[in-house]
C-alpha cells in the first residue's frame, strides 16, 4: 500500500515536470537555483523527484538499468579530471575561482544525468510510457500558442502589445521578445530550436511514421501528432536557428535515406530481370543528385530569408579570405573562434582535460589571433562578468574531460544507438516507434552539439532515458 502510494505521488511530480519542459529560465526559479539562464523549474521538481525515487529505489532490491552504467562512469570521470584541475597550471583570471567552477561544472552535470536516471526509473508500464506522451503533446500546447503570437505581433504586425512584453519578463530571465525570430518560453530563438529538433520532433516525426498515435484521430487519418510536427516546423523555420535548420534538414534526409533503400529493396524483390537490376544501380545516384539539388534549394531559400545569410551565393564572399573572415560575414565566426580555442586546449590536455567549467580560463591566452578583431571576443576577455564557453558539447568534452571523458560519453550514445536499432527491427509497434525516436534524437544531439554545450538542459537527457526505460527493456528481453 506504502510502495502504491510513493509511485503514485512520484508519477504526479513526473507529469510536472514533463508539463514545465518548455520553460527554460523562469525567474523565480532562478533565483533558486543562482542561474541566470539555464534555470528550468522542471529541475526544481527534479530535486523533489531524486529524494522519492532514490529513497524507495535503495528500500528495494533494485539494479543499475544497463544503459545507465556508461553514464555514472562519465560521471565520475569528470568528477576526476576536475579534482585533478588543481595540481594543473590553469592561467590567473580575477573574479573566478576554480574551486567554484568546478563545484558548478559538477552541479550542472549531476542535474542532467539526475534527469535521465529519473526518466529510466520512473517508467515502468506502457501506461505511464503514454501517459507522459500525452501529457508532453498538452505542454506543447501553450508552447504552440505562445509562439503563434509572437509571430503574429512580431512578424506581422511588427509590434508587440504591452501585456506579451510583460508575460515574456515572467517566464524568462531574458524578458525578450524578437522582432522577427520566435523564442516561445525559451532563453534565446535557438534554445527554442534545440528543445523542438532534441524533443517534440522525433517523437512527432516517429507517430507519423510509424501512424501510432496516443490520442484519437482528429480526423479520420490524421492524428494530433501530424498537426503537432506541422506547426513544430513551422516554429522551427521562424525560430531563424541555423544549427536548427541544419539538424532538421540532416534528420529529414537520413528519414529520405532510409525510405530509398526500402523503395530499392521492394523494386528488387518484385523485379528480378536483369534490365531493372542494371536500372537499379543507377537509383542511388539519381538519389544523391536530387538530395545535392534539395540542398542548394534549400541553402537559397535561406538565403533569402534570413539576412546574415544573404551573401551566400555571391562569389565575393569566398574570394581571397580565410575560414574566419568568411565566417564572420556570416555572424559565425565567433563560434568557430570558440570551437577552436577549445581545440587547443584539448591538444594541450589530452587525456583528463582541464576539468569541468575550467575551459574559460584558457580562453585569453588560447584565442587565435583573428578574435581581437571582433567586438565580442573582446568585450568577453576584457569586460564581461562571466567566463567564455566553447558553445559545442563535443569540444567541451574533449577540452574538459579529455579523451577518457569523451569516450565514455560516446559509448554511452553508441549503446543508446544499437538499443534503438534492436528495438526496430522488433515486430512490436511500441518498440519500433521508440527504436524510430532514439535514432532521430541521436542524430539530432549529434548536430545540435554544435549549438549547445550545456550539460543541465533536460531535453537530451531525458529524450534519450524514454527510449532507454526500463520497461521497454524488459519487455523486448520478455
Known amino acids: 500500500m506504502e ?43 527534479l530535486f523533489i523527484l531524486l529524494f ?19 553514464v555514472l562512469v562519465f560521471g565520475f570521470l569528470a568528477i576526476f579530471s576536475s579534482l585533478l584541475a588543481f595540481w594543473l597550471p590553469i592561467p590567473i583570471q580575477k573574479d573566478f575561482s576554480i574551486f567554484q567552477n568546478i563545484i558548478e561544472g559538477i552541479g550542472t552535470l549531476l542535474i542532467g544525468i539526475s534527469f535521465y536516471f529519473i526518466t529510466v526509473q520512473i517508467i515502468q508500464s506502457e501506461k505511464i510510457l503514454n501517459k507522459t506522451l500525452q501529457v508532453i503533446a498538452y505542454s506543447f500546447i501553450p508552447l504552440m500558442i505562445w509562439c ?14 504591452t501585456w506579451m512584453t510583460t508575460i515574456q519578463k515572467y517566464i524568462t530571465t531574458s524578458g525578450t521578445l524578437y522582432r522577427d525570430r520566435l523564442t516561445g518560453f525559451a532563453f534565446e530563438p535557438s534554445w527554442l530550436a534545440h528543445q523542438l529538433n532534441m524533443f517534440y520532433i522525433p517523437i512527432w516525426i516517429s507517430a507519423t511514421i510509424t501512424r501510432r498515435s496516443v490520442f484519437n484521430p482528429v480526423l479520420k487519418k490524421i492524428n494530433l501528432e501530424d498537426f503537432f510536427l506541422v506547426i513544430s516546423i513551422f516554429v522551427l523555420i521562424f525560430s531563424k536557428s541555423r544549427v536548427g535548420w541544419i539538424t532538421f534538414i540532416v534528420v529529414i534526409s537520413y528519414l529520405f535515406i532510409t525510405l530509398n533503400q526500402r523503395i530499392i ?30 540542398l542548394v534549394l534549400g541553402l537559397f531559400f535561406f538565403s533569402k530569408f534570413d539576412s546574415r545569410m544573404e551573401s551566400l551565393f555571391e562569389v565575393e564572399t569566398y574570394q581571397n579570405r580565410n575560414l574566419f573572415s568568411i565566417a564572420n560575414e556570416f555572424v559565425f565566426a565567433e563560434r568557430i573562434l570558440y ?106 544531439l549529434l548536430i545540435e552539439g554544435f549549438s549547445i554545450d550545456s550539460f543541465a538542459l533536460p531535453y537530451y537527457w531525458i529524450i534519450l532515458g524514454l527510449v532507454s526505460n526500463k520497461f521497454l527493456e524488459s519487455s523486448i528481453e520478455s
Open 3 to 45: 510502495k502504491n502510494k510513493i509511485l503514485h505521488v512520484s508519477h504526479v511530480f513526473w507529469f510536472v515536470l514533463v508539463f514545465l519542459l518548455p520553460f527554460t529560465s523562469l525567474p523565480l526559479a532562478s533565483k533558486l537555483l543562482g542561474s541566470e539562464m539555464v534555470a528550468a523549474p522542471s529541475i526544481l521538481i
Open 52 to 70: 522519492i525515487i532514490v529513497f524507495s529505489w535503495l528500500k528495494g532490491t533494485n539494479k543499475f538499468p544497463t544503459l545507465l552504467q556508461p
Open 148 to 161: 503563434l503570437l509572437q509571430f503574429v505581433f512580431g512578424q506581422i504586425v511588427h509590434d508587440y502589445p
Open 265 to 294: 529493396r521492394k523494386i528488387q524483390e518484385k523485379y528480378k530481370t536483369n534490365n531493372i537490376r542494371f536500372l537499379l544501380k543507377f537509383l542511388p545516384v539519381i538519389f544523391v543528385f536530387l538530395y545535392i539539388l534539395l
Open 339 to 444: 570551437w577552436q580555442t577549445g581545440w587547443q586546449v584539448f591538444n594541450d590536455y589530452p587525456i583528463f582535460g582541464v576539468g569541468l567549467e575550467n575551459v574559460g580560463f584558457f580562453f585569453k591566452g588560447y584565442m587565435p589571433s583573428f578574435a581581437w578583431a571582433l567586438d565580442e571576443p573582446r568585450h568577453l576577455i576584457y569586460q564581461a562578468t562571466y567566463q567564455g564557453n566553447v558553445k559545442n558539447i563535443w569540444i567541451r568534452l574533449l577540452s574538459e574531460t579529455g579523451i577518457i571523458g569523451f569516450l565514455c560519453f560516446g559509448t554511452w550514445l553508441i549503446l543508446i544507438l544499437l538499443k534503438s536499432h534492436q528495438f526496430q527491427r522488433n515486430e512490436s509497434l511500441l518498440h519500433n516507434y521508440w527504436g524510430l525516436v532514439g535514432k532521430i534524437a541521436l542524430l539530432s
